[in-house]
């Protein structure tokens, strides 16, 4: 405790650390403040309706990313989900089309280009789920709007609205990632989910101690155990890593000898972070979209299937999608080919293997053998959900047992966590941990963004 005290005056006595921290907090404020305002002329008070309707299934789930907002009716209640979306079809793009293939390879230009249709095309999508989003408002409380007010009429200043509201909040995560602490994205995700912790943990408290069994301190106290387990083998997970030796021969320029040395490149086990899981989240939003068009008595049990989190067709496809999008995110990401070149340029070699082909093609199995085991955990982490809920677990407490919610959490978390450290190091104070050094991570799949 005493170490934990001392680190965090630390903390306090480095100035530009100071300064990030309570720049970063006052964002998230902001942040947060916006998600209690509500839509001009809708009446929060008549939202029941949207509340209802967002407490179980996909909904819960787009309510939970938005921090609350999307059952608000507010000015963010699309959220950052958008920007998002548009990221993912980019990065196919730059995989799939010539055109970004060679536009990523241009250096910092080129992702400048992207970096603009990414945003782009976030807009196009905004136009889109804007009024979806109006129109699923309407159908749920209609009598919402206030009297006078057309529907026709509010639609277009609505929609430009929730449109400026998801924009705001990209800029307000870009600015957290200039001035503040962590990356800006993916702390505006990990608030808006952790938002609704203290209140789904108190709800499943009075559901366990409410149970006409009397054994519900015992299933809660199962049930933390379980979770706890759960959060160490995602932080075992985000920082596991395969490390391969290198040995760079040595140089001899004038009286000055260079190289010689053995160093390590570190292959995580989770090189892809929790991308995969939100490409697949994002894509499992698609049947939800087609649901607010159609009465969901008359739906195909497909449909209804895919739009159910816990049913079994739902949490296969879910996972499938997981593992594909692990193995294409890190292929993306790590190019075996590209980190051969850069050894053999730099007289850097691994024992036993020829420089070149030969060790892109060890990287490259080396990389398959570790994302195997690593996608599917983060599959079975992804759907311990529906597990929770077949134990009884109310659904808004069962969502923190794994998913896309618990390796947000924990990677945020770690991330934020090594980017103090490293303020902290480099001013010669200790660490965050006694007990070793956190993991050099990097949220890289929303940090990209």
Not at 78 to 105: C, D, E, H, N, T
Request: charged letters at 15%; one cysteine or more; a positive charge.
């Amino acid at each position: 405790m005493k170490k934990f005290i001392d680190t965090l005056k630390n903390i306090w006595k480095i100035e530009d650390l100071r300064t990030r921290i309570l720049i970063t907090v006052l964002f998230v404020a902001i942040y947060r403040f916006g998600s209690k305002i509500v839509l001009p002329g809708i009446d929060y008070n008549s939202l029941d309706a949207l509340h209802k309707q967002t407490e179980g299934g996909l909904m819960s789930l787009l309510d939970m990313f938005s921090g609350g907002a999307f059952s608000h009716a507010s000015i963010f209640a699309l959220g950052i989900m958008p920007y998002i979306s548009a990221s993912i079809v980019m990065q196919i793009l730059a995989v799939a089309v010539p055109y970004f293939q060679k536009m990523q390879r241009e250096g910092e230009s080129g992702r400048k280009k992207i970096s603009m249709y990414t945003r782009y095309l976030t807009v196009a999508i905004l136009l889109f789920q804007a009024p979806s989003y109006l129109i699923n408002l309407k159908y749920q409380v209609g009598s919402a709007l206030a009297s006078g007010i057309s529907w026709p009429v509010f639609m277009i200043p609505a929609t430009i609205i929730l449109a400026a509201g998801s924009m705001f909040i990209l800029w307000l995560g870009e600015r957290i990632t200039d001035k503040g602490i962590g990356n800006g994205v993916s702390l505006i995700i990990m608030i808006g989910i952790i938002a609704r912790l203290p209140q789904a943990f108190v709800q499943e408290v009075e559901s366990r101690f409410a149970a006409a069994t009397g054994g519900g301190l015992v299933m809660f106290l199962i049930e933390i155990i379980i979770l706890y387990a759960v959060v160490c083998a995602s932080i075992v997970l985000v920082q596991g890593v395969r490390k391969i030796p290198v040995q760079y021969a040595k140089r001899v320029v004038g009286n000055k000898t260079y190289g010689g040395a053995r160093q390590y490149i570190p292959l995580k086990l989770f090189a892809a972070n929790v991308m995969p899981i939100i490409f697949a989240q994002a894509l499992m939003f698609i049947p939800l979209a087609f649901m607010q068009y159609a009465d969901p008595q008359n739906a195909s049990w497909f449909m209804r299937s895919m739009t159910d989190h816990q049913s079994w067709l739902y949490n296969v496809v879910f996972a499938a999608l997981i593992i594909a999008f692990t193995y294409f995110y890190t292929a993306i990401t790590l190019n075996p080919t590209q980190m051969a070149e850069d050894m053999k340029r730099n007289n850097g070699f691994i024992p036993g293997v020829k420089p070149g082909k030969d060790t892109a093609e060890y990287i490259d199995t080396i990389m398959s053998r570790i994302t195997l085991p690593g996608s599917l955990f983060i599959a079975f982490i992804a759907i311990m959900p529906a597990f929770a809920g077949l134990l009884d677990v109310k659904q808004e407490f069962a969502q923190f047992f794994g998913g896309t919610s618990l390796l947000i959490l924990v990677g945020v978390v770690l991330d934020t966590l090594q980017q103090i450290e490293s303020h902290l190091l480099m001013r010669h104070y200790d660490g965050l941990l006694s007990s070793g050094r956190i993991h050099g991570r990097n949220m890289g799949g929303i940090a990209a963004y």
